[in-house]
């Protein structure tokens, strides 16, 4: 039996309508699920020269083993594909939470394989073996949250969908796909679900639970993960954070954790037209300040910015940051309202959001223009509009310019050069467990995080001290590398990334949290047992795996690790969440980094340590073939060497 997996991969050649399945042991055994299986998939089936709207992309739709277990937070889910938001395309994801990646697991598939492209508006109907193409014509054009309770009501509201809005129908790079509980994944996934006139996915089925090979040593460990997130966790609901966040709303807030969760600050808020939303994160508030500033007080202008969209399908992150770009291009004559059919005076206001959101999902005007991106648009608008956006745009929007940055905390510095979208789950490890520390600093009461705290977690999670003593940058490679390790294996479990790793612990002696529990229960669930480091080998061969996908489309060694200009020439000023830049250095004393750049130097020194803990060639940046053959990827190896994207070293074979 397959025990912590439902066994099937679903496939979906929508250009034939014909469905097959393939066996989840062909790939779960060295890739467990989620992410990992993603990219086997699409490292063997898509071509590297094939486009985002290609029929030869796959869209990958991925669970871990752990789906459909209770409170455990790993019910999440992925969307992969060969994706049109980074510049060249490249293979690229979207992280989402909810209920629908536990139907899919309980209707029997770990997966969903989409290719090939259907001639019309199609959704595809999933209820245990009943699997069935159907017409979407009545529902293209149509908004996603629009399209989710049509579907619901027409099928059954036990049903759960996945959808697109119009900005994903019209293959904007910023559309995201809304499933149930209004959870969205970017990544450009979207562009590629309406790039194949795939409307929707509708899934239910009879199955209650996941079979699982010890359920009483899992009980063990649930109760046992339940009592240290209680203690670790306090205060956090859905009420506090619309407290903080938009204070005169939090009677309207009601909470609603993913499926199998204990719950976080994610919750409802209530309209006054009766319509609800879903509150969490960036996409909750991205309009706060916005709105604020053109009206002067509080309303419910910044929730129905957020419920555009998700309706409309776009990733709010992206409007933002279009927004501050479009702002600066306003007052600085570059744009005007005449030439943008967009109200760019009232930027806070219910029009401008509207305007704003409506053209850019329909590709209408001017915003056809802005759908292409902050950094395309600049370029087809030429110097002016190009510099201003160097001056605004940083990885992904405003508040993260520099949040959990290169300069202020240089761990981070290779995660963020070796992704094709910003890695949140990797940044946030360290990032996270900084303000907690700046909050001990302050004398904060509660705040326990203290300089040895802090240490005893290093040596636990990060592979030493070094990893938190900001005036060296010793250590910080290895920190990076373990990182990565740990991070590549939540994005296979999936777990949450709020919830997990559990680097951590309010209530143990030295507050160093229990980093190997996921192991533990894989093992209690799987049947297969695996310790910590052999959970970290896997994340190492999902990484190498990814690593490998990017060299094949562009992404290709050294000369490519890079990070904008900026992080080596200006001076680090802001962070959205450390706002006093400070750091621990070498003795515990409180360090500023502001005014910090990161020295070329240093990061070229910091590269060379990487890639030698990777066992990957230091003067290119490439693989070397024996390091992937040591991980059961000789396949891929051999690939890469035929392309001259790999080292074929002594120990290849």
Same mark, same amino acid.
């Given at each position: 039996m397959d025990y912590g997996y439902a066994g099937r991969i679903l496939r979906l050649d929508l250009t034939t309508g014909k469905t097959g399945e393939m066996l989840t042991r062909e790939s779960s055994g060295r890739f467990l699920g989620g992410r990992g299986i993603a990219q086997k998939v699409y490292w063997d089936e898509v071509p590297p020269d094939s486009g985002a709207d290609d029929e030869k992309n796959r869209l990958i739709f991925s669970t871990g083993p752990l789906a459909g277990l209770p409170a455990l937070g790993g019910s999440r889910w992925q969307i992969s594909a060969k994706s049109p938001m980074p510049t060249? &395309?490249?293979?690229?994801?979207?992280n989402l939470g909810g209920t629908w990646g536990a139907a899919l697991k309980l209707a029997g598939y770990d997966a969903l394989v989409v290719h090939g492209k259907a001639d019309r508006p199609v959704y595809l109907f999933i209820d245990d073996e009943r699997v069935e193409l159907r017409d979407a014509d009545p529902l293209w054009g149509r908004g *996603?949250? &629009?399209t989710r309770e049509a579907l619901k009501a027409e099928l059954g509201s036990s049903l759960r969908v996945a959808t697109i809005g119009p900005a994903g129908e019209n293959a904007v790079p910023a559309a995201t796909v809304v499933a149930d509980n209004d959870s969205s994944g970017a990544g450009g996934v979207a562009a590629v679900m309406g790039s194949k006139k795939l409307k929707a996915v509708v899934v239910g089925g009879s199955r209650r639970a996941v079979s699982v090979a010890h359920p009483e040593r899992l009980k063990e460990l649930t109760d046992y993960y339940r009592d240290l997130r209680r203690l670790a966790l306090p205060g956090v609901s859905?009420?506090?954070?619309s407290r903080e966040l938009v204070p005169s709303f939090g009677a309207r807030m009601k909470r609603e954790p993913c499926f199998g969760c204990l719950g976080c600050f994610r919750g409802w808020y209530e309209m006054e037209d009766g319509q609800a939303v879903q509150l969490k994160c960036h996409a909750g508030v991205f309009y706060q300040a916005w709105s604020l500033k053109h009206y002067g007080s509080w309303n419910e202008v910044p929730i129905q910015a957020t419920r555009l969209?998700? $309706?409309? !399908?776009l990733d709010s992150k992206a409007i933002d940051l279009l927004m501050c770009w479009l702002e600066a291009c306003y007052h600085a004559g570059v744009l005007s309202e005449e030439m943008t059919d967009i109200p760019l005076s009232k930027a806070g206001s219910l029009e401008y959001i509207q305007a704003l959101t409506g053209k850019i999902a329909r590709r209408e005007g001017f915003g056809d223009l802005l759908a292409a991106g902050v950094d395309r648009a600049a370029r087809m608008l030429g110097a002016d509009a190009g510099k201003l956006a160097e001056q605004v745009g940083y990885f992904a929007l405003p508040e993260y310019r520099d949040l959990y940055g290169p300069r202020l905390y240089p761990v981070n510095a290779m995660l963020y050069a070796m992704d094709s979208r910003l890695p949140y789950p990797q940044i946030h490890e360290l990032g996270v467990m900084m303000p907690k520390w700046v909050a001990w600093v302050k004398g904060v009461v509660g705040a326990n995080a203290s300089t040895e705290s802090l240490k005893a977690i290093a040596r636990r999670a990060w592979g030493g001290e070094q990893a938190v003593d900001f005036s060296t940058m010793e250590g910080n490679a290895l920190a990076a590398k373990k990182i990565q390790d740990r991070e590549y294996v939540k994005e296979c479990l999936v777990l949450c990334d709020l919830r997990w790793p559990l680097v951590d612990l309010e209530n143990s002696e030295d507050h160093a949290g229990d980093t190997g529990l996921e192991s533990r229960i894989l093992s *209690?669930?799987? !049947?297969? &047992?695996?310790? $910590?480091?052999?959970?970290?080998?896997?994340g190492e061969r999902v990484l190498n795996l990814h690593r490998a996908i990017l060299a094949r489309e562009g992404h290709a060694g050294r000369d490519f690790d890079v990070l904008p200009d900026r992080c080596h020439d200006e001076p680090l000023e802001f962070d959205f969440v450390n706002k006093d830049l400070v750091v621990p250095g070498s003795e515990g004393e409180v360090l500023s980094r502001r005014g910090a750049v990161l020295a070329r130097a240093d990061f070229e020194r910091v590269k060379d340590e990487y890639y030698r803990l990777r066992r990957w060639d230091v003067a290119t940046g490439l693989q070397l073939s024996s390091t992937l053959g040591n991980m059961g990827l000789r396949d891929v190896a051999s690939d890469l060497e035929a392309r001259g994207l790999a080292v074929r070293d002594s120990s290849a074979h």
């Open positions: 060249p &395309e490249q293979y690229c994801y979207g *996603a949250i &629009e859905p009420l506090r954070f969209c998700y $309706e409309y !399908g *209690a669930v799987t !049947g297969e &047992e695996i310790d $910590e480091e052999g959970l970290y080998r896997v």
